[in-house]
């Protein structure tokens, strides 16, 4: 358990998407949901309810997000930011000539 806090404080300095990070945000909105989902059942509240909603959308809208980010870096479209910066730099260069 040890591993995967010392795995997720380095994904912070990551660039990207890891695993790790993508398994935390999963875990925190599970319990987010439960969290709501357990006020619901003891106090009965439009605005918790609302929220959960508004959480539930969110986690879907994210999970779609992560799954794009990983389709685009499966068909190599998705370019590094090493790529971006020798791009800008070429570009300037035939400008300058």
């Keep these: 358990m040890g591993n995967f806090f010392v795995d997720l404080w380095e ?3 990551t660039p990207g998407t890891t695993p790790t990070l993508v398994k935390a945000t999963h875990g925190s909105f599970v319990l987010l949901i439960l ?8 106090a009965l509240n439009i605005h918790t309810v609302m929220l959960l909603i508004i959480a539930l959308c969110l986690w879907g809208t994210l999970t779609w997000f992560i799954s794009e980010v990983a389709k685009l870096k499966k068909e190599g479209k998705l370019k590094t930011d090493k790529e971006l910066k020798e791009e800008a730099e070429a570009k300037e260069s035939k400008k300058e000539q």
């Excluded at 969290?35 to 003891?42: K, V």
């Design 35 to 42: 969290s709501l989902l357990f006020l619901i059942w003891n």
């Design 11 to 13: 994904s912070i300095f």
